[in-house]
């Protein structure tokens, strides 16, 4: 029985000897729906001062509509 190298552990040659590879940096992929989350999160604090001045908008519809004769 021999004891040989797990398979999926690499190795690379440098200046003659084996050395591991270093580590693969962490990736920013996210998923389908973390993205959208994301940019929904995004205009929605972006915009916030728009969403405000279109409620305060409609308030005042409303309120003028109210005061009649």
Known sequence: ?????????????????????????????????????????TYAIGLWPLTCVVLLMFGFLLLAGRTGP
């Open 1 to 41: 029985m021999t004891v040989d190298s797990l398979p999926q552990a690499r190795v690379v040659r440098k200046a003659g000897q084996l050395m591991a590879p270093p580590p693969r940096p962490p990736s920013d992929e996210t998923t389908w729906i973390g993205g959208h989350l994301r940019t929904g999160l």
